[in-house]
């Protein structure tokens, strides 16, 4: 087994007297296509938002490469490399599509705290901005406000903001939720072409995508790992399909 | 200028390429303000209070229309600076101009520190009402500190040396302050345009727009809003200095609500986020305010009133968003610019 990229070690949250995430450990390893699934409620965000630092765990550590990370704050995990989408959009509303991507490049750059260059001096992230927007056919979109633009866009949006940030980690919650089919494989042809190096964890509702996409699969169950394995485990077991596939199908 | 030829020569980024270019409409208000003074010369008291509030609305427009600070006690930061000249020149210890600003700039921007790094780990209506506070606590501190503030008289008569030593301050013929204030506010301006245009100020943008993305793109949030707010506040303080300054003494109201709630006003009636709305708001708040008060001596506040339910209601952006408004419907959108 490879060396883990992102690691938690029998990390609980607590709300209250809601157990949102229990004793889960994790890994995830340099290259992985894992995929987290289970039923709604079943604490898969707050996983994430765990593995971010938007959350703090209860108990349990969360490592990154071995380093002990529970109690960094999100911003330097971002510096290391651990990227995420929203399952909600979460975007510069007023600004273009293309400012959007420049603010995540220039962070990553270390441009941001540059007073007196102006932002349009720096071609570099310009650019790279645009290549990025055109490998997913959002260039012609570049100009508009994202308050313009129709949801399915937004996300793709949402997706091109975590890939400037050339994460080691990339952390998709439900990509492609609410994109039109028609545009859906513009996701997924995205997230096929990341470089096979980075580790990603994706939640998604959608069997097609997550059984294309992953080489393993985590079951969540109200907040605990209820089941693990590939595609194929999965997909045959029976639990699983009881209380979650077998449930979808009713859907 | 010969840039390297884009990789992407696409309409979006030609506009973020470009942004930054003075455009020959920006020359517009300078020479206006240049026009007044030879069209004015008996108005030029008024004309320096304009110019010293245009530049107090360009930092409160820093702060609240750039990182989307929510502030009501911006005043706190030009009564500072206000007090740091007037209490230096009034005990003799200091009274040349120009360091004068600075020193105003410094003891604001240290205010605008301290102040900054216990405010802004709240926001909204907390944040508002933390502002507030810290004016009110200023202005109590000023009223009770009579012995070096002149307590609710203020220090009156202070005497400013001559600017560069050869420019009198002559209180009756405020030509020297009237372009001295002109001056300040160009430097001033021009440093807030650079820093709004950069990556720092992109990033402020950010802030306002979406805070949560702005941590998960590893920004650092709080440190961009303290020194953003820090720099608003000096500027803040230099308007206030060169309020004092300009009319040789110094009193509570420069720590007032009453400042506070003006500029803000100014400001979303001009529109915020967009460098000129300061301009627009202050020459339309403070031409209407001298009209309607020699009109209407005892009501003249009801107009302002009216105009001010007028902007919220059908202009959220103020003045100049309702301009823009207009043009994309005379115009339609041009693909590029």
Not at chain 1, 212 to 228: D, H, P, S
Not at chain 2, 69 to 88: D, E, K, N, S
Request: hydrophobic share 50%; proline share 4%.
């Amino acid at each position: 087994m490879t060396a883990s990229l992102i690691e938690t070690r029998r990390v609980s949250k607590n709300f209250g007297a809601l157990r949102a995430t229990r004793d889960v450990n994790f890994s995830l390893a340099s290259g992985a296509r894992h995929a987290l699934i289970g039923p709604n409620g079943a604490g898969k965000t707050t996983f994430i938002n765990l593995l971010t630092g938007v959350l703090a765990p209860s108990t349990g550590e969360v490592l990154f490469k071995g380093r002990d990370i529970t109690h960094m704050a999100q911003a330097e995990r971002v510096k290391l490399g651990i990227a995420r989408t929203f399952q909600i959009n979460r975007l510069f509303r007023g600004l273009s599509v293309l400012e959007n991507i420049y603010i995540a490049i220039s962070e990553r750059v270390g441009a941001a705290p540059n007073m007196f260059k102006p932002a349009g001096k720096r071609r570099d992230i310009i650019d790279e901005s645009m290549q990025l927007l055109e490998t997913l056919k959002l260039a012609d979109d570049a100009h508009h406000r994202i308050s313009e633009l129709p949801y399915g866009r937004q996300r793709l949006v949402e997706l091109a903001i975590a890939l400037g940030l050339k994460p080691e980690v990339l952390l998709l919650d439900e990509p492609a939720a609410g994109v039109p089919s028609a545009e859906s494989h513009i996701i997924l042809d995205a997230i096929d072409a990341l470089p096979k190096t980075i580790g990603v964890l994706i939640i998604d509702h959608d069997m097609d995508l997550v059984f294309r996409f992953a080489q393993r699969i985590t079951v969540l169950v109200r907040g605990a790992i209820f089941a693990e394995g590939s595609p194929k485990e999965i997909g045959a077991n029976e639990d699983v399909r009881a209380v979650y596939l077998g449930q979808a199908s009713h859907g | 200028m010969s840039a390297p030829a884009p990789a992407y020569d696409h309409s979006a980024a030609r506009v973020l390429a470009n942004r930054h270019r003075v455009r020959l409409w920006e020359a517009i208000p300078w020479l206006l303000a240049i026009a007044y003074y030879f069209a004015f010369p008996r108005y030029l008291g008024f004309g320096t209070e304009l110019l010293v509030t245009v530049l107090f609305a360009i930092s409160l427009d820093l702060a609240l229309g750039y990182a989307g600070i929510v502030t009501l006690g911006h005043a706190a930061f030009f009564g500072a600076g206000a007090y740091t000249v007037g209490m230096l020149a009034f005990h003799g210890i200091w009274n040349e101009p120009v360091t004068g600003l600075i020193a105003a700039g410094i003891v604001a921007g240290a205010v605008g520190l301290a102040s900054g790094i216990v405010l802004l780990r709240t926001t909204g209506l907390t944040l508002l009402m933390l502002t507030l506070c810290t004016m009110a606590l200023l202005e109590e501190g000023a009223n009770l500190a009579a012995e070096f503030t002149g307590g609710f008289d203020g220090l009156p008569g202070m005497v400013i040396r001559p600017l560069f030593g050869m420019f009198e301050f002559n209180p009756l013929i405020p030509r020297a302050q009237y372009l001295y204030a002109l001056g300040v506010l160009l430097v001033g301006f021009v440093f807030v345009r650079a820093l709004v245009y950069s990556p720092f100020g992109q990033s402020l943008t950010g802030i306002r727009e979406n805070t949560l993305r702005m941590h998960a793109v590893g920004a650092p949030v709080r440190h961009r809003l303290v020194v953003c707010y820090m720099i608003s506040a000096a500027l803040a303080g230099v308007a206030g200095g060169l309020w004092a300054q300009t009319n040789a003494y110094v009193n509570l109201s420069t720590l007032g609500l009453d400042r506070a709630a003006t500029v803000l006003i100014i400001l979303v009636l001009g529109g915020y986020g967009r460098l000129y709305g300061a301009f627009v708001g202050a020459v339309a708040y403070m031409v209407l305010e001298h009209w309607l008060s020699q009109i209407y001596p005892t009501a003249w506040q009801l107009g302002l009133g009216l105009l001010l339910v007028i902007i919220a209601l059908f202009a959220r952006n103020g003045i100049l968003g309702l301009f823009d408004t207009i043009m994309r419907r005379v115009k339609p959108k041009p693909a590029s610019q």
